[in-house]
């Protein structure tokens, strides 16, 4: 692969590797955040620093592969390779094998809480269960694998500036983030959990769901509900809470409940220590669940700031700032009447189209001038996430590399 970016101290060079050891490459030096030229340098450095030789690495099928590297480096390096006895392919490939082993993959960072993702507007079709199950995937891809995503600093604004011409976002492949996931079906309606192709909770005197452990009606384990989404991508990181229609009593339900601010905390309490992540797909509601859902993403006391909290699915139209008025009303009022901290995660700008014109593009201005909580995506009203939900198929799954894929993988990113 060559580098980007070469200078006058840097000299091309060219041989071979297998595939296998130069996709391994590419993934680790992503993961560690250098160039590969810098990780075969520092790999061909330490394999002619060896005392001795190395186990002989299968090299067939090589395919032509180039690099740059410092002045007189490659020059140094063939004649140890002579020295030793071994052919130029045969040294990259063991000389690439040992910056592999000196560099292993970081390991996923684990907090002491899970943070929790309240993915929420008490508008209905925003797109809040599309976002909920796109930010889900994204955090559960595999680490020690290659995704593209749409990196930009400032992607927002120059989305909303008619005189940019170019592409404001510039695609990267970068390696999955690697988080244990749980994407929990918070709305009665169960978007969620169809969309997935998953079995809904059936309503029913004898079995238990969401609402029963939040309003204490239960006799099982929470974890008994949880089905796994069974994909190579997610390996094994990604589950779901499935939904079930007797979250339409919910709120009669938790009138009566002690404290039942922390109803939905307290059912999901015992599972917590399994994941990284959380995220809850809220009914379009401004009722008590909704105030559950508000209170078990406040931020705990010894949790950092904006690690959890409110994500606002928001159109670019009128409606949805009618919308989101409200439901900042009652998390503000929450927030005072509880005396607790809770950190707006962002806004996320869903299903834009600027073809629809000023409308469109007025509504997204104003939603970036808020900048308090600031617009962290603009999700692209595409056909994607229509079809994902026909075949019932995770977004990441069906369209992996389309834009709103893409997106909400620079979403996760936005928010992590």
Known sequence: MSSPATSSDREKVVSKLPGWLRQNLKVRAAQHGVDIQTAVEQGIAAWMALASTRDTVDTAGADPFA?????????????TASDRSVSLIQGLAQSVQLWLEKNPAPAVKRAKHPRRRIVCNQKGG????????????????EPD???????????????????????????????????RTLLVDFDPQRHLTKQLGQE???????????????TGETTGHIRDLIVPISD?????????????????????????VRFREAALERALAPIEPLYDEIIVDCPPSLGLSMDTAIYYGRRREDEDPGSSGPLIVVQAEDSSA????????QIEDLRDDMRVNIDYLGIVVNLYDPRRGYIATSSLEA????????????????????KAVRVKQPLLSYAPRGEQAVTMRALAREVS
Do not use: N
Not at 127 to 140: D, F, I, Q, S
Not at 367 to 386: C, E, H, S, Y
């Open 322 to 329: 009618d919308a989101y008025d409200l439901l900042v009303t």
């Open 367 to 386: 939603w970036i001038d808020i900048k308090d909580p600031k617009v962290v995506a603009v999700i692209g009203d595409l056909t994607d996430q229509r």
């Open 67 to 79: 690099t740059f590297l410092p002045d007189g480096q490659w020059d140094s390096f063939r004649e």
């Open 200 to 214: 809904e909770i059936p309503m029913a005197a004898d079995v238990e769901s969401l609402s029963k452990f939040m």
């Open 126 to 141: 925003v797109g809040k269960t599309a976002v909920a199950a796109g930010l889900g995937e994204a955090l559960a891809e």
């Open 145 to 179: 694998a290659l995704h593209p995503v749409r990196i930009s600093k400032h992607f927002a604004a120059r989305l909303a500036d008619e005189s940019q011409t170019e592409d404001p976002l510039e695609l990267e492949d970068l390696p999955g983030l690697g988080r």
């Open 232 to 256: 190579d991508r997610y390996g094994g990181r990604l589950d779901l809470l499935p939904g079930c229609q007797d979250g339409f009593l919910l709120d009669v339900a938790l009138s009566k």
